[in-house]
T-cell receptor, first 114, second 114 residues
Framework: QKEVEQDPGPLSVPEGAIVSLNCTYS??????FMWYRQYSRKGPELLMY????GNKEDGRFTAQVDKSSKYISLFIRDSQPSDSATYLC??????????????FGKGTKLSVIP | KAGVTQTPRYLIKTRGQQVTLSCSPI?????VSWYQQTPGQGLQFLFE???????NKGNFPGRFSGRQFSNSRSEMNVSTLELGDSALYLC?????????????FGSGTQLSVL
């Protein structure tokens, strides 16, 4: 079982829709949870950064963490064509290999259709 | 403030050759991490350097190595290239004080091995 599981999509939604992206994880050592957005031919850009269970909101984006279920989500409200990108979840802590690192999901490719 | 700079952006090599990639972190950042990104495996952690010392290492063979200079700039070297080394190589920087700090990524070097 991979440490972080993320549905790769692709996910296609109409403009204005609410988007829900999810990741599950198996490693209880993960402490911090992040969402990155990656546009084509660019590096990942940090979108949300959370520590505790609960919700964190930033504009149209809401990150949700449920440590008891080992499940994190990113919600995008009123989605825009400019939100079209690959979204990667990431978690920091000691990995199964024993090193302290950021472990990423494989990413979900999102397309928002005008 | 300039972001993380990676050079070159694109590189084409043949099997058996070696390659060196360069990364200049954000000014003031002392930690540099390297990641390999492929469609099949996603983003995988290679290693992290802080103050010219390797502080964390992922699960890659010894053909992958790196170093960091006193000005925090970092290089990554891959020897005896294999076809499977074709990937986007990303560098990320952070202050390096706290292992859970936010990472800032460069745009990457796209390596193609023929």
């Amino acid at each position: 079982q991979k440490e972080v599981e993320q549905d790769p999509g692709p996910l296609s939604v109409p403009e204005g829709a609410i988007v829900s992206l999810n990741c599950t994880y198996s490693n209880s050592a993960f402490q911090y949870f992040m969402w990155y957005r990656q546009y084509s031919r660019k590096g990942p850009e940090l979108l949300m950064y959370t520590y505790s269970s609960g919700n964190k909101e930033d504009g149209r984006f809401t990150a949700q963490v449920d440590k008891s279920s080992k499940y994190i989500s990113l919600f995008i409200r009123d989605s825009q064509p400019s939100d079209s990108a690959t979204y990667l979840c990431a978690m920091s802590g000691y990995s199964g290999a024993g090193s302290y690192q950021l472990t990423f999901g494989k990413g979900t490719k999102l397309s928002v259709i005008p | 403030k300039a972001g993380v700079t990676q050079t070159p952006r694109y590189l084409i090599k043949t099997r058996g050759q070696q390659v060196t990639l360069s990364c200049s972190p954000i000014s003031g950042h002392r930690s540099v991490s390297w990641y390999q990104q492929t469609p099949g495996q996603g983003l995988q952690f290679l290693f992290e350097y802080f103050s010219e010392t390797q502080r964390n290492k992922g699960n890659f063979p010894g053909r992958f190595s790196g170093r960091q200079f006193s000005n925090s700039r970092s290089e990554m070297n891959v020897s005896t290239l294999e076809l499977g080394d074709s990937a986007l190589y990303l560098c990320a920087s952070s202050l390096g004080v706290d292992l859970n700090e936010k990472l800032f990524f460069g745009s990457g070097t796209q390596l193609s091995v023929l």
